[in-house]
């Protein structure tokens, strides 16, 4: 039971930087795990980044090294600094969230594995 709504994304030149930020609603955010994915047009959504139980971070490939996930449980808000963007990260990006279960250890990488989504912000990097 939680809602989810995305904000900060916007149009910048490649090599900028932008900040994500994901607002939950509800009251046990801190026992939800959290990730990011975005979605291409024409593309199938992807995994961005996400947190384990402990505070772990894990990132796909393709954004390791320029994007940075954060989370402020007093503030039921998760976080994605976006630095370095390319045009290839364009693409429309979303929040979600698992109450399934939350480990310690593993990280949910699975579009499956998450149970609600925000409605994406829109990210756009120019060349």
């Known amino acids: 039971q939680v809602q989810l709504v995305e904000s900060g994304g916007g149009l910048v030149q490649a090599g900028g930087s932008l900040r994500l930020s994901c607002a939950a609603s509800g009251r046990t955010f801190s026992n939800y795990a959290m990730g990011w994915f975005r979605q291409a047009p024409g593309k199938e959504r992807e995994f961005v980044a996400t947190?384990?139980?402990?505070?772990?971070?894990y990132y796909a490939d393709s954004v390791k090294g320029r994007f940075t996930a954060s989370r402020d449980n007093a503030k039921s808000t998760v976080y994605l600094q976006m630095n370095s963007l390319k045009p290839e990260d364009t693409a429309v990006y979303y929040c979600?969230?698992?109450?399934?279960?939350?480990?310690?250890?593993?990280?949910?990488?699975?579009?499956?594995?998450?149970?609600?989504w925000g409605q994406g912000t829109q990210v756009t990097v120019s060349s």
């Open positions: 979600a969230a698992r109450s399934q279960g939350y480990s310690i250890a593993y990280f949910f990488v699975n579009l499956d594995a998450y149970d609600y």
């Open positions: 947190f384990n139980r402990s505070g772990g971070t």
